[in-house]
T-cell receptor
Framework: DTEVTQTPKHLVMGMTNKKSLKCEQH?????MYWYKQKAKKPPELMFV???????INESVPSRFSPECPNSSLLNLHLHALQPEDSALYLC????????????FGNGTRLTVT | QKEVEQNSGPLSVPEGAIASLNCTYS??????FFWYRQYSGKSPELIMS????GDKEDGRFTAQLNKASQYVSLLIRDSQPSDSATYLC????????????FGKGTRLHILP
């Protein structure tokens, strides 16, 4: 079990659907992250929120929309995705300070049909 | 040059031997270095972190950092079959504490 909880574990959606991925942590961490990982590839940074403000957007297409309602919650809203967006979406959190490691959730396996 | 480079493997090591995993990075300003282990279909799990030049030991794991040569390594002593996994090197970038980038990982296979 991890201290970063992601829901749902699996998600299948059509290209016209709107869905959301959710992430929650109660470790008092101030930075939260979304990474995308395709098979046999490393995690690829998408977004970072530091102190509830979006601090990094790695040129992610607008069909992915992050939201950080408070310091414990992180959402990723999905709309009009493409089949190539199918991947494991990983949420992570950290203290947001120098030398702070990432703590990952178990991920959401997304399939776009 | 890729930001964080690792040999993708697979690296095959007999059980009980030492596994040596290497990583080089391009950003001289990087200050935080992490090793993560990832089993197939699972999320990455932190194994070691290192911030200063030299060695850092934790049980069977030793991380080594050489900032002048821009490489970081992970040694696993007394390798066990359960150590078979992909090992990801991660580094902070652009002098940012919150921008952590991963290498493509090295697949390690421990031979029973």
């Amino acid at each position: 079990d991890t201290e970063v909880t992601q829901t749902p574990k699996h998600l299948v959606m059509g290209m016209t659907n709107k869905k959301s991925l959710k992430c929650e942590q109660h470790m008092g961490h101030r930075a939260m992250y979304w990474y995308k990982q395709k098979a046999k590839k490393p995690p690829e940074l998408m977004f970072v929120y530091s102190y509830e403000k979006l601090s990094i957007n790695e040129s992610v297409p607008s069909r992915f929309s992050p939201e950080c309602p408070n310091s414990s919650l992180l959402n990723l809203h999905l709309h009009a995705l493409q089949p190539e967006d199918s991947a494991l979406y990983l949420c992570a959190s950290s203290l947001g300070q120098l030398n702070s490691p990432l703590h990952f959730g178990n991920g959401t396996r997304l399939t776009v049909t | 040059q890729k930001e964080v480079e690792q040999n993708s493997g697979p690296l095959s090591v007999p059980e009980g031997a030492i596994a040596s995993l290497n990583c080089t990075y391009s950003d001289r300003g990087s200050q935080s270095f992490f090793w993560y282990r990832q089993y197939s279909g699972k999320s990455p799990e932190l194994i070691m972190s290192i911030y200063s030049n030299g060695d850092k030991e934790d049980g069977r794991f030793t991380a080594q950092l050489n900032k002048a040569s821009q490489y970081v390594s992970l040694l696993i002593r007394d390798s066990q079959p359960s150590d078979s996994a992909t090992y990801l090197c991660a580094v902070n970038r652009e002098n940012r504490d919150d921008k952590i980038i991963f290498g493509k990982g090295t697949r390690l296979h421990i031979l029973p």
